[in-house]
Every structure is written in structure tokens, then in C-alpha cells.
């Protein structure tokens, strides 16, 4: 019985991952490597892969250094009612219990520009929606929690006793955290990170929303695999994926050896 269930789970995923990876590969080089070659240098793929890239380390930073916060809070936070955790618990919850093509549309209706908000911004000369700064908030939207989901357990874990005897010797709070905490949650931030930069590499559905998908402007990478396939550009459409596929297999790699070395932490 567990030989049939192994081989039914390698069936499963040679289905699923394997053959589309292949034929994704043999598609980009059905016309050779000129074919992969022109369809990544084209100027709307190049502004794609450098929109996608700039959104991947904004949020990345971003999302690290709120995330990290936030699980701090949310573990250390003696003040906090259980009532108050439970709600903000429950927020950081949300984008996995709500549709990311919902949040996108959550972000137009309250910054777009017919919204009170949106109109603002507009009028001050900051336009969020179809634009960088809502494809932003619409990727942090959708990753949020996993760098919280990373850090709070090993918070939970090791408790705070070193916190607190560090700073009954006089150690400041900043100083606790490099110190003391630090080097034991850096291997699940590390983590975070490289969750958060796939999650953010992959992203579509929101982002599709909030950026309207503009060649040359809001266009990230997945949305314009997205437009080569609408126009049976298939070559395009496998080397620009074939990009993202590479980048995703050498993060899938650099999480394993992160999941070791936070076990081994």
C-alpha cells in the first residue's frame, strides 16, 4: 500500500510539475535560442522583468521589516488584550481567506480614481491605482503573513527570558534585539524572505487588477505571459515564464537549505 501511494504521489507530481516544465522549456526553444533570445529582449518583456524585480525588492523590504514587527507585537505584547490579538491575528489572516483578485479590487475601490481617497492622492499629483505604488500595496496585500507566520512560532518558542535578562543588565530595546533576539529568528526571516520574494515573484491576480496591465508602464512579468498567451504568442509566453520557472526552482533550492539551517538553529 505505501509503494502504491509513493508511486501515485510521483505520478501526481511528474503530472503536474514535470510535464508542464518541459513543455514549457521545448516551447521556448521550439524556434531555437534566437526565438528565447528576441523574446526576452524585446523592450516590453525587458520593462516586464524590471517591473516585476523593482516590486520583488520593495516588498521584500518592506514586508521584512513590518512583518518582523508585527510578530514581535503579536508574541511579546504583554499590554495587548486577547481580544485585540485576536483581531489583528485575524488581519494578518485575511489575504490567505480572501481571493487575491478580490484584495486588488478591495485596493480600486478605496484608492482608485473615482474613490474619495484616490482623488486625493490624484489631485496632489500621487496616483496609487494603475500605477507602481498600488501594484506595491496589492503584492504586500497578498504577502503579508508569511513572514509574520515564519518569525512567530520561533518567538513562541524560545520565550523571553534572554530578552529579559538583557535588559534587566541595562541593555536597551534595540540592543536586546541584535543581541539576543536576533540571532535566534534569522534563519525563519531568511525564510520569510525567500517566501516572500516567490510569492511576490508569482504574483497576478491582484496585481492585474490594481495595474490595468499597461505595456511599458504597469506590466509586470506574469501579467504579460498572460497578454503573449491572449495573442498566441507562444514563444514569448514560454521564455518569459521559462525566466520566472528558473527563478522560482533556484528559490525552491535556497529554501531547503534555509529550512535546514533553521532546523539546525
Keep these: ?33 534566437s526565438g528565447l533570445t528576441n523574446a526576452l529582449i524585446r523592450p516590453e518583456a525587458l520593462h516586464a522583468l524590471m517591473m516585476t524585480g523593482l516590486i520583488v525588492v520593495v516588498v521584500t523590504c518592506i514586508n521584512t521589516f513590518f512583518g518582523v514587527m508585527m510578530a514581535i507585537y503579536l508574541v511579546r505584547s504583554d499590554w495587548l488584550s486577547n481580544k485585540v490579538k485576536g483581531f ?9 481567506a480572501v481571493s487575491p483578485v478580490i484584495g486588488g479590487l478591495m485596493i480600486v475601490l478605496l484608492m482608485g480614481p473615482e474613490s474619495i481617497m484616490g482623488a ?8 496609487v491605482v494603475y500605477a507602481f505604488p498600488g501594484m506595491i500595496i496589492a503584492t504586500l496585500f497578498v504577502t503579508f503573513p508569511l513572514m509574520v507566520r515564519e518569525v512567530m512560532p520561533v518567538l513562541q518558542e524560545i520565550g523571553s527570558q ?3 535578562a538583557a535588559s534587566t543588565l541595562g541593555a536597551y530595546r534595540w540592543r536586546t534585539f541584535w543581541k539576543v ?5 534569522q534563519w525563519a526571516v531568511l525564510y520569510g524572505v525567500v517566501l516572500t520574494v516567490a510569492r511576490s515573484l508569482g504574483e497576478f491576480g491582484a496585481v492585474l487588477v490594481v495595474s490595468g496591465n ?3 508602464k504597469t506590466q509586470t512579468a506574469t501579467t504579460l505571459v498572460y497578454q503573449d498567451v491572449e ?16 527563478t522560482s526552482v533556484g528559490l525552491l533550492l535556497l529554501m531547503e ?9
Excluded at 537549505?257 to 538553529?265: H, L
Design 1 to 33: 500500500m505505501k509503494k502504491w501511494l509513493i508511486g501515485l504521489t510521483y505520478a501526481v507530481f511528474t503530472i503536474l510539475i514535470i510535464i508542464p516544465l518541459i513543455k514549457m522549456t521545448t516551447g521556448a526553444f521550439s524556434e531555437g535560442f
Design 88 to 96: 489583528l491575528n485575524s488581519v494578518v489572516d485575511l489575504p490567505y
Design 120 to 127: 486625493f492622492f490624484e489631485n496632489i499629483g500621487f496616483r
Design 162 to 164: 534572554q530578552e529579559e
Design 181 to 185: 533576539t536576533w540571532p535566534s529568528i
Design 214 to 216: 499597461i505595456m511599458n
Design 231 to 246: 495573442n498566441f504568442n507562444v514563444v514569448a509566453a514560454n521564455s518569459v515564464a521559462l525566466v520566472l520557472a528558473a
Design 257 to 265: 537549505w534555509t529550512k535546514k539551517r533553521k532546523g539546525v538553529s
